[in-house]
């Protein structure tokens, strides 16, 4: 049985300080400990860690109504580019060349440019993939032509009605722009994802949504549905019963019109994470993993290959290039692409053979109080601190916790806060009105004697 962590416990959370000698034989540890072993398991068998995100801000010009951040996040200094280099390294240290990094925050393109771009390229030079989580309001396409030339693998695009954008009343509104920033993207060499946040208010347009990225799928090559939690300063709290990880898997195949094999594919605990990988030819979806024996074997043979990512062609040329290593994996893979073509041979020469490759993808968060001690123990999203990585679950848990401390630079002791907020008795710190979002802002708006400051303590996020 999985239990909730207690108060105590969460407070008790601390990164991973030390890195493990062999960073995949610790991930297979932890996925047959937590019951996650399976022969389709990708932890521990093809990758040591799913992704880390690196938070190179807490600012951001949006204010969600499901926001994960703390409420001191605006109160926040940028961290310096000396500190971000370190946890780059840390992260390195920790998991190796080959790992996906999230550039996120906050909102990542407030950093000046140049900083962004260098952040990138420390990142490729050191053979790590790196994506940039963005809202897309500063992300123009001339920036993401500087990221791509300095080795950005993806950019990942949040939309959806939590952000609240001025001019937009709907999820369906909010598909221009969508289609905006998926031409920002078109033809640069590196892959494009959105991200959206399901809550009450959108439940009912997950159809239409996934329906939409079906339709630009030929620049879309992931989309990703969050559901709602409740992990920071957002004022929406705890996600309705009806929203459940079951339930949006049946509205995203109604959207796309066709029955899908999820999980084909593990990564990490099965409560967290599920994805389904489609061909959409002639407009038309296809389940590219409904030979799951096939597939599994695919990838258990080739578990040591790195595949490309960022264009369809670099994909395609990794795949075929693992497959050729080996001549009974060859010719399986013939027979199967063989099948594959049959199948849906009708709309394969309606679009002359043109085939796009759509991944849906479900992530479920934790609740920051209702920690489940089985899924931090089987995570594989983790947020670099300047610790180490911690569960991304946990970190959210204990942000203040992470980002309120001093650091160690070579020019001295930097601090967080600067002259943005007071520090009064046990570790209480007062912030400016101008720099509160969220439940933070509408609890001064709705004080009877409104003040020029709020006080938040650790830990910060009470249930």
Not at 219 to 225: E, G, K, Y
Not at 306 to 313: C, E, K, L, N, V
């Amino acid at each position: 049985m999985n239990t909730l962590l207690s108060p105590d416990e969460i407070t008790q959370l601390v990164p991973l300080a030390q890195a493990a000698p062999d960073a995949m034989a610790a991930m297979r540890e932890r996925m047959q400990a937590s019951g996650q072993w399976q022969p389709h398991q990708l932890a521990g068998r093809r990758w040591n860690m799913a992704c880390i995100s690196l938070e190179i801000t807490q600012r951001c010009n949006l204010d969600c109504t499901l926001c994960y951040l703390s409420d001191s996040a605006e109160a926040v200094r940028d961290f310096p580019m000396e500190e971000i280099f370190r946890r780059i390294d840390l992260i390195h240290a920790h998991y190796g060349s080959n790992t996906d990094v999230q550039i996120s925050g906050g909102e990542p393109t407030l950093r000046k440019p140049a900083e962004l771009v260098a952040i990138v390229r420390r990142l490729t030079q050191l053979g790590m993939r790196s994506s940039l989580f963005t809202n897309g309001i500063k992300a123009t396409r001339a920036l993401l032509t500087e990221l791509a030339q300095a080795g950005l693998t993806d950019v990942a695009f949040h939309v959806d009605s939590t952000q609240q954008r001025a001019g937009y009343t709907s999820e369906t509104d909010l598909n221009a722009l969508r289609h905006e920033y998926i031409e920002r993207a078109r033809g640069l060499p590196i892959s494009v994802f959105f991200n959206t946040t399901v809550h009450a208010g959108n439940w009912a347009d997950v159809p239409q949504l996934a329906a939409f990225f079906v339709a630009h799928a030929d620049v879309v090559r992931m989309c990703s549905f969050q559901l709602q939690a409740d992990t920071g300063r957002g004022v929406l709290g705890t996600r309705a019963d009806a929203i459940t990880h079951d339930a949006i898997w049946q509205r995203i195949q109604q959207g796309a019109g066709t029955a899908l094999r999820t999980n084909v594919l593990q990564a990490g605990h099965h409560d967290c994470n599920r994805s389904a990988v489609t061909l959409v030819v002639n407009g038309r979806v296809h389940d590219a993993f409904a030979d799951a024996a096939f597939i599994r074997r695919f990838m258990r043979e080739t578990a040591d290959a790195r595949f490309a990512r960022g264009t369809p062609w670099r994909a395609m040329r990794s795949l075929v290039a693992a497959a050729v290593a080996q001549p009974a994996l060859a010719l399986a893979t013939l027979r199967w692409l063989a099948a594959l073509a049959w199948q849906t041979r009708a709309d394969l020469l309606a679009a002359r053979g043109k085939v796009h490759k759509l991944t849906f993808f479900t992530h479920n968060f934790m609740d920051a109080c209702s920690l489940e001690r089985e899924r931090l123990d089987a995570c594989i999203f983790m947020a670099m601190t300047h610790q180490g990585p911690l569960s991304m679950c946990a970190y959210n848990a204990r942000r203040d916790h992470f980002l309120l401390q001093p650091l160690a630079t070579s020019s001295g002791l930097w601090q967080p806060l600067g002259r943005r907020a007071s520090q009064g008795a046990g570790n209480v710190h007062s912030f400016p009105i101008k720099l509160l979002k969220g439940r933070a802002r509408v609890a001064r708006q709705q004080a009877q004697s409104p003040t020029t400051t709020t006080a938040t303590t650790e830990p910060e996020f009470t249930s």
